[in-house]
C-alpha cells in the first residue's frame, strides 16, 4: 500500500534486493529527480517521500536484532550506492513501521518523540526514525498507514476507510490492494488465519461499496448511451458493463498477469455467467477452474 501510493511522488518498489548478502529492502523509494513538489496526496507518507528511503514494516514490534539488520541493509545499499563515486554519498534514511510500541528498541537506539504524534527520531548520523502505528492520531492523513496496523488500530482504519465518500484518493489506492489480500487470505486454511487477516477477510462492506460503485458507474454509462442512441436496453448493458469491470479489475490481481482469451470471454459473457464468474473468483484455483 506505501508502495502504491508513493508510486506518484517518485520510483517505489517492494522487495529490493541488496547486493551485500541475499537480503531485500522491504520498500524503497526513490523521489522523481524532475519533482518539483510532491503530489498533494500523500497524507501522512509525505514524511518518506523527500528524499531516498527505506521502509521496513513490522508487524509486531521489532527487537533489537531486527533493526540491527535493518541498519545493515541502509548500509549495504549505501554501499552499492556509493560505487564509482566520491565522496560516497550519506547513507539512506532508514524508516521503521512498527504496529506496536517496542520498548526496548527506542530505549537501545535512543530514539526521541518528534513533533508530529507517534514518530520517533534516533541519533542524527544513523538517519533513522520510527513510526508506531497504534500511536498516530486517528485522522484521515494518517489512514494509509493505520491501515499497515494491527488488532484495534486495523479495525479503526478500516471503519474510516469506508466511511470516506466513494471516490476518496484513499480508497482508490486502498481498496484494490485490500481486495488482493482478501483474496489470498481466502486461500488460507481459516485456522492458520491471524486477527488481522480475519478482519480484512470480514470487511465486506468494503467488498460490497466496490462493486457496487463500480456497477453504478456502468449503470450510468449505460443510460447514458441508451438517451443518446435512443436505446430501451442502456440500462441493462450499463449494469452489464458495471459487473465486467469489476471482473476485469480483480481477476489481475487474483491470477496475475491474464492472457487475451480472459477479457474476450468476460465481454461476451451473459449476466448470469458474470453473477456466477463473480462468486467463483475467490474459490478458484486458476483461469481454467474459473472459466470452466
Not at 507517534?118 to 493505520?146: C, E, F, I, Q, W
Request: charged letters at 30%; one cysteine or more.
Amino acid at each position: 500500500m506505501i508502495v502504491a501510493a508513493l508510486s506518484g511522488a517518485g520510483h517505489a518498489e517492494a522487495s529490493r534486493e541488496t547486493s551485500a548478502e541475499p537480503q531485500a529492502v522491504d520498500v524503497w523509494f526513490e523521489p522523481f529527480a524532475e519533482s518539483a513538489s510532491l503530489p498533494r496526496n500523500l497524507g501522512a507518507l509525505r514524511v518518506f517521500a523527500g528524499e531516498c528511503c527505506l521502509i521496513e514494516p513490522f508487524h509486531q514490534p521489532p527487537s533489537i536484532d531486527d533493526v540491527s539488520k535493518c541498519i545493515a541493509k541502509q548500509l549495504a545499499v549505501r554501499a552499492e550506492r556509493a560505487r564509482g563515486t566520491d565522496p560516497a554519498p550519506t547513507p539512506p534514511r532508514l524508516w521503521i513501521v512498527s504496529a506496536g510500541v517496542p520498548k526496548t528498541v527506542i530505549d537501545a537506539f535512543g530514539f526521541r518523540p518528534m513533533a508530529r504524534t507517534g514518530y520517533y527520531d534516533a541519533a542524527p548520523g544513523l538517519r533513522m526514525h520510527l513510526v508506531v502505528l497504534s500511536a498516530l492520531p486517528k485522522r484521515r492523513d494518517t489512514l494509509l498507514l493505520r491501515l499497515m496496523g494491527a488488532g484495534r488500530t486495523l479495525e479503526r482504519a478500516l471503519r474510516d476507510l469506508v466511511r470516506l465518500p466513494p471516490r476518496a484518493w484513499e480508497r482508490a489506492i486502498a481498496e484494490p490492494e485490500l481486495v488482493r489480500f482478501r483474496f489470498e487470505i481466502a486461500a488460507m486454511n481459516p485456522a492458520d488465519r491471524t486477527e488481522e487477516e480475519e478482519l480484512i477477510m470480514n470487511a465486506q462492506q468494503m467488498y460490497d461499496d466496490l462493486i457496487r460503485r463500480t456497477t453504478e458507474e456502468g449503470e450510468r454509462r449505460g443510460k447514458l448511451e441508451g438517451k443518446l442512441e435512443g436505446k430501451l436496453e442502456g440500462k441493462l448493458e450499463g449494469k452489464l458493463e458495471g459487473k465486467r469491470e469489476v471482473l476485469l479489475r480483480l481477476l489481475p490481481r487474483r491470477f496475475g498477469e491474464l492472457p487475451a482469451w480472459v477479457a474476450t470471454r468476460v465481454a461476451a459473457g451473459s449476466a448470469a455467467e458474470l453473477d456466477e464468474w463473480a462468486e467463483r473468483i475467490l474459490s478458484a484455483r486458476d483461469l481454467d477452474e474459473m472459466f470452466g
